[in-house]
């Protein structure tokens, strides 16, 4: 099996998948992404995740270059190329690249990344009979944070 990865209309083996290092998605964490789930082929809830990252990229003004149902197509098409049933998939989105700097308006294009591959689930011991875990009494997310519903990359 030859993993495929979609980037901005483009299928890559994963081998050959790159994007800029002045991507301001990697230098800046300027971009949103959704993490889902395909099982027998059919991508869970596909239609919310992209309701949800569209939201997101709103949020932060960022212009997705496509439509919700041209990019539920790319993911479909990714994971069929990918030869998967049951899959991880990574949506990304980022604001593409640009020069070192914050401004926005000073990037390319919009980049779209989709990463199908097979899942990693945990050991069945982990299921059958739990694990130690710990709460932390630190408070996560500040009142004036952005809401912690927008998946952004930052």
Same mark, same amino acid.
């Given at each position: @099996? ?7 209309? $483009?299928?890559?083996? $994963? ?20 993490? @889902?789930?395909?099982?027998?082929? &059919? &991508? ?15 949020? %932060?003004?960022?212009? %997705?270059? @496509? ?12 994971? $069929? ?11 990304? &989105? ?10 926005? !308006? ?12 097979? %899942? ?8 059958? !009979? ?10 996560? !997310? ?8 927008? $998946?952004?990359?930052?």
């Amino acid at each position: @099996m030859s993993l495929q990865i979609y980037i901005n209309g $483009k299928f890559y083996a $994963k081998e050959d998948a790159k994007i800029s290092v002045y991507d301001h998605g990697l230098l800046y964490g300027d971009g949103v992404f959704e993490g @889902m789930r395909s099982y027998a082929g &059919v &991508v869970f809830r596909l239609a919310e995740h992209l309701d949800r990252l569209y939201n997101s990229a709103k949020a %932060i003004c960022l212009q %997705i270059p @496509m439509t919700a149902e041209a990019l539920g197509e790319a993911v479909n098409e990714t994971i $069929k190329r990918s030869q998967l049933s049951d899959a991880y998939i990574r949506l990304l &989105v980022t604001r593409g690249a640009g020069s070192l700097g914050l401004d926005p !308006n000073r990037t390319s294009d919009p980049q779209v990344i989709i990463i199908a591959d097979k %899942i990693s689930l945990y050991p069945t011991e982990y299921y059958e !009979n739990g694990l130690e875990i710990i709460t932390a009494s630190t408070i996560r !997310n500040h009142p004036a944070a952005l809401s912690p519903r927008i $998946k952004s990359l930052n």
